[in-house]
């Protein structure tokens, strides 16, 4: 889990948000309101309302609570890993938020935090355990 949250209020606008996640490096910032999670905002949510000028991602002052997905998948502190890991692959998740019971963010868990797991577990030195496919695609689609 990320242990040191970047959070931000509604009303801090996606221009500065996309320069605090350029700049502390993070894709994920969470918005919160009185101690309470209302939102995570993603890269994903700000690159989709920027334009591209003269080579620059041009970001508009909308406020990240208008920009942010009001209602992500959030766990708990005790949420199983394995159940958190299907959950976010089958969602295609890349963070997910740590409440507690008050809706109260306590952490944030990304698909790095999980990555870096196996890590510490010392699974990484073993061969990976796929059965690779490889499938050529045609430029042509059915209708």
């Not at 320069?19 to 309101?33: A, D, G, K, Q, W």
């Not at 309470?36 to 041009?58: A, K, P, Q, T």
């Not at 030195?125 to 042509?140: D, G, N, V």
């Amino acid at each position: 889990m990320t242990r040191e949250v970047i959070i931000a209020p509604p009303d801090l606008s996606l221009c500065d948000a996309w320069t605090l996640m350029c700049r502390e490096r993070f894709r994920h910032l969470p918005i919160v309101s009185n101690g309470m999670l209302v939102g995570i905002l993603s890269d994903r949510d700000i690159l989709v309302r920027s334009s591209l000028e003269g080579g620059e991602v041009s970001v508009p002052d909308t406020p990240v609570g208008a920009a942010a997905s009001p209602a992500p998948y959030v766990c708990e502190p005790h949420t199983d890993v394995c159940d958190l890991v299907r959950i976010m692959t089958e969602k295609k998740i890349d963070a997910v938020p740590v409440i507690d019971g008050a809706n109260r963010l306590v952490g944030l868990v990304t698909s790095t935090d999980l990555m870096l797991l196996l890590i510490r577990l010392d699974e990484a030195k073993i061969p990976l355990p796929f059965q690779f496919e490889l499938k050529e695609h045609s430029a042509t689609f059915a209708a």
